[in-house]
């Protein structure tokens, strides 16, 4: 099977390529910056690399894009830094998922398509009673008026939850939600949950990108792990993180 990966030359897209390749999938990669790839993925006859900014393809290009594809795994994010943050494009997640959905849509795939996106705990997810303080509400509240990215993200995850919904004929979901993010060498135990058993303003775990990108892959390869959670917004942690 062939899967599309968006974000690809970001830290978690960069692991989740990787786990995908060690499954044995053929992957198709678009990035903006190709200078910042591994040297190995150019030599990777399973690795096509399309050099190009998502957002400025046509509409037939992004028909083209999907047209082969099993799955779509978005790693998406902005760069942090001032122009990353608050330049454009300011909803780029967003835009990316309902464009490519939109493209998926018009191919009229015989079988759904998976659609994985990455997404954050300081997102909650809409279908479920996710309690929070009061303290955390209005973190949160302030990073919806200071942080486009933020926002990004929620309308990312809702586009999915309210407007692709549990019965599209063509493109199936998973949405997933990482604590916070850093770098480890070697994939680890984790824990999946419905929802945070943490507060990701004031008690975050810790998750390793090359985690998601495992996790994330083994959703698409893994049937069952996928029927588990399709339609949701699974939170994962690091196993270690959760003794702290």
Request: proline content about 5%; glycine content about 6%; hydrophobic content about 40%.
């Amino acid at each position: 099977m062939t899967i599309l990966v968006v974000g690809a030359s970001g830290a978690t897209g960069r692991q989740l390529i990787e786990q995908l390749l060690i499954q044995g999938h053929n992957v198709k990669a678009v990035v903006r910056s190709p200078e910042k790839l591994p040297a190995s993925w150019k030599s990777n006859e399973r690795l096509k690399i399309i050099v190009a900014s998502l957002l400025d393809m046509s509409d037939k290009e992004m028909m083209e894009l999907t047209l082969d594809c099993h799955s779509i795994a978005s790693c998406l994010g902005h760069n942090i830094n001032w122009k990353g943050i608050y330049g454009q494009p300011r909803k780029l997640v967003v835009d990316a998922a309902r464009r490519l959905c939109n493209a998926i849509e018009a191919n009229k795939p015989e079988s759904p398509i998976k659609y994985v996106l990455m997404n954050t705990t300081g997102n909650r997810n809409g279908d479920l009673n996710e309690p929070i303080s009061f303290a955390q509400k209005c973190v949160i509240g302030l990073l919806r008026l200071l942080l486009p990215p933020h926002v990004d993200n929620e309308q990312a995850a809702d586009y999915f939850r309210t407007q692709v919904g549990q019965n599209n004929q063509f493109i199936e979901w998973v949405t997933v939600r990482p604590d916070g993010l850093i770098d480890e060498d070697q994939v680890t135990d984790y824990v999946i949950h419905p929802s945070p058993i943490r507060s990701a303003i004031f008690n975050a775990g810790k998750t390793s990108r090359i985690n998601v990108g495992n996790f994330m892959a083994n959703l698409i390869s893994d049937g069952n792990l996928w029927n588990k959670w399709k339609g949701r917004m699974p939170v994962i942690y690091n196993k270690s993180s959760l003794n702290n």
